[in-house]
């Protein structure tokens, strides 16, 4: 609850920043008539608004397990990771559609040092919104929230590119600013791909090896563990759930036998980050075997 409390506190926070910061370049995009300001707005809207579906899903998160839903609801953070991937398509698809229609039909920018300014407080917004969010999820183990934070990295760099077509359109480049508003999709759908690969992986119960790795060690080194057999791990939420096989000497009775599986237990606890719950299957060597 601690953890979802504190990713919580961290979308609401980023949803103001980034909020205020798209309300600043849709005034300026508006006067201005730039393309890639209003692609770089839409994408800052959406990424601010992803701050819902993962604010859901950490409420949600937070509710005990029932009958119905017996590991709790861990997974609605998986769901919002969904959510973000529709967000980042449908801005992307805005995005492009905007710059193509300015490239058949261009008209001049306005104002050129307001939008400049305006891209130049979109990349800084998005960039304190990135660090906030990576930190966080790292803290807190939740995949989500760090992709929302590389999503919003790479939006402080297609900000970026809007000082490009500002700059342009002061040369007297009239195609600038659409084609900036071009390369600025082809970087959205490059953070789709990646959204879609780390979301993928965690619905797809995706872990990382070294994890496993760790866990291998530390029950070998269990005392009474005779051997190891297989170890899984899956993600519910921002939280780990384990299960693992060990050997123990056959001679041994069920009380020891169990007491050596909740030592095993207690090993991987404290071995592995954000390790929730444990399921230990105890099974043994022939009475006498070496």
């Known amino acids: 609850m601690e953890s979802s409390a504190e990713g919580l506190r961290t979308l609401w926070v980023s949803l103001l920043v980034l909020g205020a910061t798209a309300a600043a370049q849709a005034v300026i995009a508006a006067l201005s008539g730039s393309v890639a300001l209003l692609g770089d707005t839409v994408h800052n809207v959406a990424d601010a608004l992803t701050a819902v579906p993962l604010g859901v899903a950490f409420l949600l998160g937070r509710r005990a397990a029932n009958r119905s839903y017996t590991y709790g609801y861990g997974r609605a953070e998986d769901l919002a990771g969904v959510a973000v991937v529709l967000a980042v398509a449908a801005s992307s698809l805005v995005a492009g559609w905007t710059a193509v229609e300015r490239l058949l039909h261009p008209e001049p920018v306005g104002h050129l040092w307001a939008v400049a300014a305006a891209a130049l407080a979109g990349c800084v917004g998005n960039e304190w919104v990135a660090r906030y969010r990576i930190a966080t999820g790292r803290r807190i183990g939740s995949a989500a929230l760090v992709a929302d934070g590389l999503h919003a990295r790479t939006d402080g760099l297609t900000s970026l590119a809007v000082l490009l077509g500002a700059g342009g359109g002061a040369l007297g480049w009239r195609y600038a600013d659409p084609v900036v508003g071009l390369l600025i999709t082809v970087a959205i759908l490059g953070v789709l791909r990646g959204t879609v690969r780390e979301v993928g992986r965690r619905l797809m119960d995706a872990v990382d090896p070294a994890l496993l790795d ?21 993600w519910v939420g921002h939280a780990l759930r384990a299960e693992a096989e060990v050997v123990v000497d056959g001679a041994l009775t069920v009380v020891a036998g169990h007491r050596v599986a909740e030592d095993a237990e207690r090993a991987l606890i404290r071995a592995v980050p954000r390790l929730l719950a444990v399921t230990v299957h105890v099974d043994h060597v022939p009475a006498g075997a070496r």
């Not at 060690?217 to 005779?226: F, I, K, M, Q, S």
């Open 214 to 234: 760790a866990a291998e060690r530390e029950l070998a080194g269990v005392d009474g563990v005779r051997g190891v057999g297989a170890v899984r791990m899956r």
